[in-house]
């Protein structure tokens, strides 16, 4: 299955449980795999037939920035409904890492699958 991808999308926006997480901006990292087939956009070198990288990105970024959220879990299901209905996209992936929120853990996220590939 072909695939396009995005690694570590940071995204700066008002997540958390916790009351004081409601005050500031914090990161999340977002991994997308995104079924696609590439092999029109690659045999005629056409963007036309490309899933855009930074279309999807920047889509994403606005999607979860638009109000606060309290779990991560919330933003995989939103990043993977968006890239599904919008961009047609029949499988996706998607990773929410959000650094620093377990000061004792390398990294803390969920993981979700949804789609047929
Ligand atoms: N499964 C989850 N557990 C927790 C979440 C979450 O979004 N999903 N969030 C928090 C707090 O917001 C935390 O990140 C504050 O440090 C705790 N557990």
Partial sequence: MDKVLIRELRIETVIGIYEWEKQIHQSLLIDLDMA???RQAAAGDDYQH?????TVSNRLTALITEKP?????TVAEMVAKCVMDEFNVPWVKVKVMK??????AAAV?????????
């Fill in 36 to 38: 696609w087939d590439n």
């Fill in 50 to 54: 490309a899933l855009c990288y930074e």
């Fill in 69 to 73: 959220i309290e779990l991560i879990e």
């Fill in 99 to 104: 650094p620093g929120a377990v000061p004792t």
């Fill in 109 to 117: 996220g969920v993981e979700i699958e949804r789609g047929h590939g």
